[in-house]
């Protein structure tokens, strides 16, 4: 069974660029589809990024396309989602989640079974 622990998160200024990493410790990282979600307190969890076990595939969020990348190292168990172009509205608690059995719904939260502990991304005006 994957464990996932996310890091690299932190404050960082409205425009500026910050690059938080999941790290995944088990088995078969590579037949796991990986993603990143975001939550606010008070709001749903939201979909932000996914990447396909051998990293061929993306998916973003509108909110997020063209300013993050999603990329992954499976000799290093690691997925990462590059930031750039920071927005306050970008503030949240970003998690990583796995999913080994990919049924179509990347944005759906329910579509993973497992989830790290999650990272505070905090974007100042």
């Known amino acids: 069974q994957l464990q996932l622990a996310e890091s690299g998160g932190g404050l960082v200024q409205a425009g500026g660029s910050l690059r938080i990493s999941c790290l995944a410790s088990g088995l078969a990282f590579a037949g796991y589809g990986m993603g990143w979600f975001r939550q606010v307190p008070g709001k749903v969890r939201e979909f932000v990024a996914r990447?396909?076990?051998?990293?061929?595939?993306?998916y973003y969020a509108d909110s997020v396309k063209g300013r993050f990348t999603i990329s992954r190292d499976n000799a290093k168990n690691t997925v990462f989602l590059q930031m750039d172009n920071l927005k306050p509205e970008d503030t949240a608690v970003y998690y990583c989640?796995?999913?080994?059995?990919?049924?179509?719904?990347?944005?759906?939260?329910?579509?993973?079974?497992?989830w790290g502990q999650g990272t505070q991304v905090t974007v100042s005006s």
């Open positions: 990447i396909s076990g051998d990293g061929e595939y993306t």
């Open positions: 989640a796995a999913d080994n059995f990919y049924r179509g719904a990347y944005s759906d939260p329910s579509e993973y079974n497992i």
